[in-house]
């Protein structure tokens, strides 16, 4: 159930009802709805009686599966990764190569990337490879040269974990951990991103539907930290023309059933340099909060998705058309915005 508690509520009632809740053994998560007041999202029901208490505004017993994740828990919210907000209506152009491929390296893609507009740096120091046999990513000293990226230009981090015991880890150097498309459904690893306050950005896995990836996102919320970003990044079709497809119905669709930001990833999304920048502009024209495009001062020589990588030029266009093109869609679409008045989350 969803337990609505007003903006003049003493501070006794949210108190009673997470209590309520907690004497018959049920999971109660508080966000703040945006207008002084919060929304209690309960994972079974309390007996109504025990909320006679002053303050209770609505109380929801038919909700969606994802309670706290859904757009009847608040409305839409901004999260804030290392001072750059993400939902609030400026699109957010996180870029870097798809791994870290040493310290200098980083250094000069991150300048190349800030040039070019990106707001976050991405690379992988981890990194989830389909065989074996290849780079498997610099580990630790990779996320050591992240830091020192973000140390010379300023810009906060985004780097992928792979496992529940490297969660701390990662979120000692990162300002938002990365859960990756095949670990989606890996829950072990989502309670332990719930149990930080570090945003995580958790992409869809590649044959998951759009409930199946907000469950996901539930996990990590019902586990504790509000702040978590969605990142549509493609899924797998019958068609094998591209290397996944990227669903941008997905973008606009969340935004009627979601609060958390939408972000999309056009190059693992097409898997082809040639069709990045298009499909990137198309998830802007789409409502997306920002897109994570893979950039690299030589993407012929990328030690990893070189093949879907763009250079820095192509990210500055990319970043000169999104501007234009956001300011053209927000007129014409004034009497509908997709984003309502976005709260920013706080653990
Ligand atoms: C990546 O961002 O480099 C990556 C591995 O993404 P995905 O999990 O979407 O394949
Ligand atoms: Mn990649």
């Known amino acids: 159930m969803i337990v609505s508690v007003t903006a003049d509520a003493p501070h006794s009632t949210s108190e009673a009802v997470l209590a309520a809740a907690a004497e018959h ?56 990764v290392g001072g750059v907000p993400i939902g609030n209506g400026e699109p957010v152009l996180i870029a870097g190569p798809c791994a870290v491929e040493g310290r200098d390296e980083l250094i ?28 498997q990513g610099f580990g630790e000293e990779g996320l050591r ?9 300023g810009l906060p981090v985004v780097t992928e974990v792979m496992e529940p015991d490297q969660v701390e880890l990662v979120a000692e150097y990162a300002d938002m951990l990365q859960i990756g ?7 072990p690893l989502l309670k332990r ?3 930080i306050t570090k945003p995580v950005m958790l992409k869809r896995g590649f044959a998951s539907t759009i409930e199946e990836w907000l469950m996901s996102a539930e996990y990590i919320l019902a586990h504790g930290n509000p702040n978590v970003v969605l990142c549509e990044r493609g899924i797998r079709t019958f068609d094998p023309t591209f290397r996944f497809n990227l669903d941008l119905n997905a973008v606009p669709g969340l935004k009627e059933l979601t609060h958390l930001p939408v ?28 897109l994570m495009i893979e950039t690299h001062p030589d993407p012929a020589h990328a030690l990893c998705d070189g093949a879907q990588t763009i250079t820095p030029a192509e990210l ?21 915005p997709l984003v309502l008045d976005p709260i920013v989350l706080s653990a």
């Open 193 to 195: 991103a719930g149990q």
């Open 181 to 187: 498309t095949r670990n989606m459904a890996n829950f």
């Open 108 to 135: 000069e893609a991150a300048r190349a990337a800030r040039a070019a507009g990106a707001r976050l740096l991405r690379g992988g120091a981890f990194k989830p490879r389909t065989s074996p046999y290849s780079f």
């Open 25 to 80: 053994g049920l999971t109660a998560r508080m966000l703040p709805d945006g207008n002084g007041g919060a929304a209690i999202g309960i994972s079974g029901v309390v007996p109504l009686p025990g909320l006679q208490l002053p303050g209770i505004g609505e109380i929801k017993m038919v909700h969606k599966p994802y309670m706290l994740a859904s757009l009847e828990m608040r409305p839409a919210s901004t999260v804030m």
């Open 263 to 290: 972000l999309v990833d056009p190059s693992h999304g097409t898997g082809q340099r040639s069709l990045v920048a298009r499909m990137a502009l198309a998830g802007i024209a789409a409502g997306a909060d920002g």
């Open 145 to 153: 040269h992240l830091a020192a990226a973000r140390e010379e230009t």
């Open 316 to 336: 500055a266009r990319i970043h000169r058309t999104m501007l234009a093109m956001r300011a053209t869609i927000d007129e014409q679409f004034a009497d509908e």
